[in-house]
């Protein structure tokens, strides 16, 4: 079972981390979650229901084939806060400017921030799913700080070429290009096809 960690913080599209925790869930991912506390404020303001709810819920569906475990974002004690937890890469989901900056500057003084560090000190894949519009030079500039540093970032910014008739396959197509960027078959549908 591949192990991922997720955040989520608390930039406006907690449908896109909604939609790729399910998916996670459904592959048979060990996902390893943890939301800031303003994460999990906007999580439940935007979907109804809290994360721990929602975890709930999918654990019990049939089409559940992985394991979620959701951590405190104080809990500096937790496994994914060392190198020593061996993981495929992480992504922040969505990805505040707050976080990015946070990420950017090598600050670790939350369980999320330090997981993301550690991600990044190990060579791992870091993912941020950066949500915010328009984009100042000091976003911009911690954006590039990230990149350097060995993070991809990969918008909140869904292609259309795809067709999509709803939300959740808007939301679908960041989820798949995040699996993209983990090496993760997923068979959502991501692919540009030719005329």
Request: hydrophobic share 45%; charged share 20%.
């Amino acid at each position: 079972m591949k192990k991922i960690i997720a955040g989520v913080t608390g930039a406006s599209g907690s449908i896109y981390a909604k939609n790729f925790i399910k998916r996670a869930a459904y592959l048979g991912i060990d996902l390893r979650l943890v939301a800031s506390n303003m994460g999990a404020s906007v999580f439940k303001h935007e979907t109804g229901e809290s994360i721990s709810d929602y975890i709930k819920g999918i654990k019990g569906s049939p089409d559940c084939n992985g394991d979620i475990t959701l951590y405190d974002n104080s809990y500096m004690f937790a496994d994914i806060a060392s190198g020593s937890c061996r993981t495929e890469g992480m992504v922040i989901i969505p990805c505040s400017v707050r976080t990015l900056a946070g990420v950017a500057n090598g600050m670790a003084g939350t369980l999320l921030e330090r997981a993301a560090d550690v991600t990044l000190k190990e060579g791992r894949r870091l993912i941020l799913a950066v949500r915010e519009t328009p984009l100042s030079l000091i976003h911009l500039r911690n954006m590039t700080l990230a990149a350097e540093a060995g993070a991809v970032i990969l918008p909140a910014a869904p292609g259309f070429y795809h067709s999509p008739t709803s939300i959740d396959e808007l939301a679908d197509f960041i989820t798949g290009k995040i699996f993209d960027q983990l090496n993760i078959e997923h068979g959502l549908d991501t692919a540009w096809k030719s005329i």
